[in-house]
């Protein structure tokens, strides 16, 4: 399997993204990489691996560029190289830390929509108590139609089939009460197709359900399901935070941390948003995975096994199938 990985994006890169990349072709022994970047940044690694390639660009787009016009321009950049690689079959999947916005752009821009798909949805796992949710959107689109929402749940009922393994995966509206009723024009015309399609549909579900895992799939638009995605990791760090702090206070709790260890390991491992890897581009005709913009080694590894998982489930086909079965004709 060949994977292609933006060696230059991110706020780690390119050192974190070398080390995560690496530790992915010790680990998985049937993925070749194609790690893109500058010259002088990866030509120490040449021989590493017969199973790394090194693809040499000029160019990298930055956090605060304007992404249409830095795909554009930036013909040779990391990016849009890994991109055209992908468009061409070179590789199976793109990677990149780097700017959400152009790697969006660039994404409808070179690659294009699976047909039938109105808006592509970014697609971020959370933990929860009860295993893993799946939201989206999470960013890529602030303004959606009821139509929007429906395909979103379409293609996170897919997601979760083919990663979690779950037959019929839950699916909730995000909404500001749990009644029929609540919420604006767009969030009640998406309740009642979804209720009214064969997808396995549990109603409105509020923010403080979510972490206890009420359903596998939480559909919402883009504005929102960012503000959840970071409202949650910012918890998730202020706990982490917070039992350090309380732990290591004196003698005492230093020694009750040390009888719980274990258990406190496990707690902040499933909290902790770099066991979960990136969030894939769904809708977009080909796999991409968005990582974390912080991400270091240990988040790039788990977002290639991610990308490994989502070209090995095909993923993507499930969906174009799903999609081409038009109104509630969904083969659940």
Do not use: W
């Not at 549990?202 to 939480?218: A, H, L, S």
């Not at 230093?254 to 390991?265: E, F, N, Q």
């Not at 894939?280 to 912080?294: E, T």
């Not at 070209?311 to 174009?320: A, P, S, T």
Request: glycine share 10%; charged share 25%.
């Amino acid at each position: 399997m060949k994977l292609a990985i933006d060696a230059m994006g991110g706020d780690y890169a390119p050192e974190e993204i070398i080390k995560g990349s690496l530790k992915a072709l010790d680990h998985f022994k049937d993925i070749e990489i194609f790690l893109i970047g500058k010259e002088e940044t990866l030509k120490g690694l040449e021989g590493k691996s017969e199973r790394l390639k090194l693809i040499y660009t000029s160019e990298v787009i930055e956090n605060n560029e304007a992404p249409v016009a830095a795909i554009k321009k930036k013909k040779n950049s990391s990016m849009v190289v890994g991109l055209e690689l992908l468009k061409k079959g070179e590789v199976e999947a793109f990677l990149s830390a780097g700017n959400t916005g152009a790697l969006m752009a660039g994404s409808l821009l070179i690659l294009g929509r699976i047909k039938g798909i109105k808006r592509p949805a970014l697609a971020p796992i959370l933990p929860t108590l009860n295993g893993a949710t799946v939201l989206l959107d999470a960013g890529s689109n602030t303004d959606c139609d009821e139509e929007n929402l429906f395909q979103f749940a379409v293609m996170g009922h897919v997601y979760a089939q083919k990663m979690f393994g779950i037959e019929k995966p839950r699916i909730g509206l995000f909404n500001v009460g749990t009644e029929e009723e609540k919420g604006n024009e767009v969030v009640k015309k998406a309740f009642e197709r979804l209720k009214n399609s064969r997808l396995n549909f549990i109603g409105n579900v509020e923010g403080r359900d979510i972490p206890y895992g009420v359903c596998e799939v939480v559909v919402c638009d883009g504005f929102v399901g960012n503000a959840i995605l970071k409202s949650m990791e910012g918890i998730a760090s202020v706990i982490s935070q917070l039992l350090k702090e309380e732990l290591s206070r004196n003698i005492f709790t230093k020694m009750g941390a040390l009888l719980i260890m274990g258990g406190l390991k496990r707690i902040t491992q499933k909290m902790d948003y770099t066991e979960y890897g990136g969030a894939p581009l769904l809708g977009i005709s080909k796999p991409v995975i968005k990582a974390h913009g912080n991400s270091k080694a240990k988040a790039i590894f788990n977002a290639i096994k991610q990308a490994k998982n989502l070209v090995g489930n095909d993923v993507l086909r499930h969906i174009k199938e799903e999609i081409e079965l038009t109104g509630d004709e969904i083969s659940v």
